[in-house]
């Protein structure tokens, strides 16, 4: 079943400064919205309130039903932070028990990437090898909306590309909204993309557009 | 969501001890009263305190699973309260008999 997630009238400001004015967005499952902006223009906070662990003026709705802070209810929505989540003293296996659940933690394993690491504590793994999981742990969890904060963000081309596979092969499922610097990463797997430029949001067709507001130099 | 529980009381356990033994120890003759009061009560809160400053990106780990962070201070509470009445009924009993 097609599931909506619709953000609206978002208005957020630290001390005197607006950093949110009115955002409007729209996600539905089977889409991928990329969330493009310069540093502090406000991705993280926009996706941190739409998951509902920073307080706004807001109203965000799932199918249609208000929700204050969506992440409380079981199952709705899930949200990769631009750190680490994954506590370090779980190993991978571990981690994959927790989230996936017991019964599908093997088949959530049998992958070449998390093979090799399974016995290994995610402390002791590589920035790439974390993101990797931590995406994967989120992409298999039953949530209707995915929002993931700078997934490609110190992560090698190679891991980048099996990152983008492993979201494009969830996204059928699901509705996915993602930010990242590496805007051409981004335009590569989105079926849509938004900027926010001076608290608000564009909506972006190409690099002309991002040229346009001023977020790249050269086309 | 009992299992994710868990874990994150697990994580606030060596804390929690650690605290709590050394309040018992500084006050030696009270000892069997001092670790499960403290078990229960201060060392409970400070391990969560600590991880709210020191490992807070983990809580996404809960949040994720629709797990609040209220949710997890009352289980941890529940349960340091549960272990520290039994370890209080047994101290206490111990040095009594």
Same mark, same amino acid.
């Given at each position: 079943m097609p599931h909506i997630l619709e953000v609206d009238s978002v208005q957020k400001h630290f001390d005197e400064r607006s950093i949110l004015t009115d955002i409007y967005l729209q996600c539905r499952t089977g889409e991928i919205i990329g969330l493009l902006g310069r540093n502090g223009s406000g991705k993280s906070t926009l996706m941190q309130i739409i998951?509902?662990?920073?307080?706004?003026?807001?109203?965000?709705?799932i199918d249609g039903k208000v929700y204050e802070a969506p992440y409380k209810t079981k199952d709705l929505i899930?949200?990769?932070?631009?750190?680490?989540? @994954?506590? $370090?003293?779980?190993? @991978?296996?571990?981690?994959?028990?927790?989230?996936?659940g017991k019964a599908s933690a093997e088949r959530f394993l049998d992958d070449p990437v998390l093979k090799p690491l399974s016995g290994s504590k995610t402390g002791s793994l590589s920035g790439g090898e974390v993101r990797y999981l931590e995406i994967?742990?989120?992409?298999?969890?039953?949530?209707?909306?995915? /929002?993931?904060?700078?997934p490609f963000s110190g992560v090698s081309p190679v891991m980048v590309e099996q990152i983008q596979k492993l979201i494009l092969e969830t996204s059928p499922e699901k509705g996915i909204i993602l930010s990242?610097?590496?805007?051409?990463? @981004?335009?590569?797997?989105?079926?849509?993309?938004?900027? =926010?430029?001076?608290?608000?949001?564009?909506?972006?067709?190409?690099?002309?557009?991002?040229?346009?507001?001023?977020?790249?130099? $050269?086309? | 969501m009992l299992r994710l529980?868990?874990?994150?009381?697990?994580?606030?356990?060596?804390?929690?001890?650690?605290f709590s033994l050394a309040c018992a120890i500084l006050v030696f003759i009270q000892f069997p009263k001092v670790l499960p009061i403290s078990l229960m009560s201060s060392g409970s809160l400070l391990s969560f305190y600590y991880k709210s400053l020191s490992r807070k990106g983990d809580y996404?780990?809960?949040?994720?699973?629709?797990?609040? $962070?209220?949710?997890?201070?009352?289980?941890?509470?529940? /349960?340091?309260?549960?272990?520290?009445?039994?370890?209080? =009924?047994?101290?206490?009993?111990a040095t009594h008999s």
């Open positions: 998951f509902g662990t920073i307080d706004a003026q807001k109203f965000i709705r899930a949200y990769l932070p631009q750190h680490d989540f @994954v506590p $370090k003293h779980l190993s @991978v296996r571990q981690a994959a028990r927790l989230y996936p994967k742990l989120l992409l298999n969890t039953p949530c209707r909306f995915i /929002m993931l904060d700078e990242d610097h590496d805007y051409r990463n @981004v335009l590569k797997i989105t079926s849509r993309c938004c900027l =926010i430029h001076q608290g608000s949001l564009k909506q972006i067709s190409g690099r002309e557009d991002l040229l346009r507001w001023g977020y790249i130099l $050269k086309a | 529980l868990l874990t994150f009381y697990r994580s606030t356990l060596a804390l929690n001890w650690g996404f780990f809960y949040y994720n699973r629709g797990i609040s $962070k209220t949710q997890l201070l009352l289980f941890t509470l529940l /349960m340091n309260g549960c272990s520290g009445g039994i370890l209080y =009924i047994l101290l206490n009993h």
